[in-house]
């Protein structure tokens, strides 16, 4: 059951549809990545949806997802996509770990990438001299946390 949710998830995401991967997760699911950290089916939902929408309104030219389901509970994908915020190609490789409750749904998901390699990508010459520090990371995720809650307010679940 945990392998086909994970399937389930991974062929909505290449198909940018955010509302499906949320019926993937349980409602009490956190998420976690280098980014966003995250309680809940509706926040983490929102987040997806976010990334879909963006990418479809900026990068639905490039976008590409693959995908491998290793087991029950890890997966690694590959996505090749433009980061909205500055236009810059990125493939960001990662690797999936995930817990499922009873019913198959996604209890916790946590993705892990290499964060200097993305920030050099995505942010290029600042990435590439700051990517490395915690001063960056965080200013990421603070913008990552200001940028998912204008979209909530906006598209309030």
Sequence with gaps: MSRRT???FYAAFRQLDGAAMQ???APQ???QDEAFTLQGREEIGAMWRMLCDVTRAKGLDVWQLDYQVLDEHHAHWDAHYRFSATGRMVLNRIDASFEFDNTGLILRHRDRFDFWAWSRQAL??????LGWTP???AKV???AAKNLAAYRAKHPS
């Design 6 to 8: 994970i399937e389930t």
């Design 23 to 25: 019926a993937c997760y």
């Design 29 to 31: 699911a956190a998420f």
């Design 124 to 129: 290029g010459l600042p990435g590439l001299i």
């Design 135 to 137: 001063m960056l990371r």
């Design 141 to 143: 995720q603070a913008q």
